[in-house]
């Protein structure tokens, strides 16, 4: 058995590039940044960042165009692919990115209270799509900021 799955969750580095295929159909080329925060041997927080080039294709693309932009938050579920070309001076060109099968926005920086219908991965909008009941009073979790200490980790 094989498996080639990427679940990713991070921000945009740049808004999204859209391009047109031949057959007319869209492309959306996007840099997603990931961070990655642990302590080192000496006990020193260390972080460290990885970009990860992304490509959306068809209504993803343009939804994507449409409504993300540099430093939004999304979620993004896909594949690895590795692609290559010949070079313009003749040498073999490799890039490495995750086609995207899905993804979601992440929450807006100012909260519940200024979010617009955004589109799902499927291009229904949060307005356009059925409506469940939510209770009156939302609860929020509030999460300490101190950080987790490995140590108090049962397993």
């Given at each position: 058995m094989y498996l080639n799955k990427v679940f990713l969750i991070g921000n945009l580095t740049r808004d999204p590039e859209i391009k047109a295929l031949p057959s007319?159909?869209?492309?959306?080329?996007?840099?997603?940044a990931t961070n990655r925060v642990w302590k080192d041997q000496a006990g020193a927080r260390q972080e460290a960042t990885e970009y990860h080039n992304t490509v959306a294709f068809g209504r993803q693309a343009e939804n994507l165009a449409q409504y993300a932009k540099k430093g939004?938050?999304?979620?993004?579920?896909?594949?690895?692919?590795?692609?290559?070309?010949?070079g313009q001076d003749g040498k073999k060109n490799y890039r490495t990115e995750i086609i995207i099968d899905s993804f979601q926005f992440g929450p807006k920086a100012g909260g519940f209270g200024d979010a617009a219908p955004r589109p799902s991965a499927s291009g229904v909008s949060d307005a356009e799509a059925p409506q469940k009941s939510a209770p009156a009073d939302l609860d929020t979790i509030e999460y300490p900021d101190e950080e987790i200490n490995l140590e108090?980790?049962?397993?």
């Open positions: 007319g159909s869209k492309v959306a080329s996007i840099s997603l939004a938050s999304l979620f993004v579920e896909g594949r690895i692919q590795t692609r290559s070309w010949d108090d980790i049962p397993f």
